[in-house]
């Protein structure tokens, strides 16, 4: 090993990581790095630096007798833009593991110091504090928002069943830091089993879908949709939460005869069927909600099942499928309201629902709720019936190559 007494007259790649360099000439900081990183990691470095040394081409040079240029360049862009992700999750596990170091040096030296004073060391103050000043720090060294930066050191000093399993994701490529904050934050209030249960299923791969051999990427409103699923379960399985907003509820009715117990049980029941309680401080029944607030659900179901001469299951916007009995207990009900559906036995698409306008009408909307049950663009299953109803060409040339 040789080491670089003078420095050169232009920054380079030593002075970024270090004046000793080995017998290449490379930074030794920067060969022992590269030596580490995972396989799929330097693949996406490879390919990130490999596009560096190409020519941009921008939409701006383009003329009217520009010639085709070769698809294979744009999949090569694409699959660049997908390294660079995987390299900047990548990139920010080494931060969330340098922000965790910075706060255990702060933290051992407020100990210190407490031992320093004939104090007992305060090992929770003194996490505290180091987390307080490590992201004044950071924020002030970065320019960060102040929110950003504690959610990342709420996700760095998360306990390990919460946070091993979400960095090994950023590592993996397979989620970000804005969902791995997010997860955690949105599971702070759940036992630390419960929370990796969750995380579990959040960062599950979609079944069936691979892009280029491996699990396609979770699209952002599946991965919200899954978090905020998987922590209802949770919240059901582990009612701490829950109870402790029952109680607030509960302590307001000094004087009644039920038990905090039985509060809780008539709360939550009421809470559940009616969806509101009444705020009126002179009435009598409080916790007991009259009539339920009209509500609206779409269903699809076959004729046969109203008939009973089938078993067929109704789809339920917003829910999936319902089982038959179910289906046409809700289709009989009182003020319920029909719509006659001619559908493709093969195919199930809408044939007919006639409307003669073209603009979008009432009737119109409801063909299309009808037929599409949710948002048609790529990952999105927002019930149909909240969406907006627009018009838009086909897009009818493939450019797969």
Known sequence: MTTTVSAPATSTAADAVGHDTGPDGLPVGLVEGLAVLPGPVLDALTRALAEATRPVLHPDQITGSTPAIPLSRGRDAVATIVAVEHLTNYLHTIALDAHATTITVIATHELAADRADGRTPRL??????????????????????????????????APTPVRAPLLAAMRAGTTTLTRATHTRDDTHHLPDDAAATVIATVLAPLRGHTRDGHPAPVGHRTFTSRLRRAVTRADTAHPDHAKACTDRLARRHAGDPRTLDQLRTDIALHLITHGWTTSSADSDQDLL???????????????????????????????????????????????????RLLTDPTTGHLLDRATSTYHPTATMRADLHARDHTCRAPDCHTPATTCETESAPVLRRSYSG
């Open 289 to 339: 909600i009259g009539t339920p607030p009209a509500a609206t659900c779409h269903l699809t179901l076959p004729i046969t099942t109203l008939l009973g001469t089938s078993h067929e299951p109704g789809e339920l916007t917003g829910l999936g499928p319902v089982p038959a009995p179910i289906a046409a207990h809700i289709a009989m009900r009182d003020n319920s309201v029909w719509t």
């Open 124 to 157: 929770t103050a003194a996490r505290g504090t180091a987390r307080t000043l490590t992201s004044d720090e950071i924020t002030t060294a970065t320019g960060l928002p102040t929110g950003h930066v504690h959610a990342r050191a709420r996700l760095t000093t």
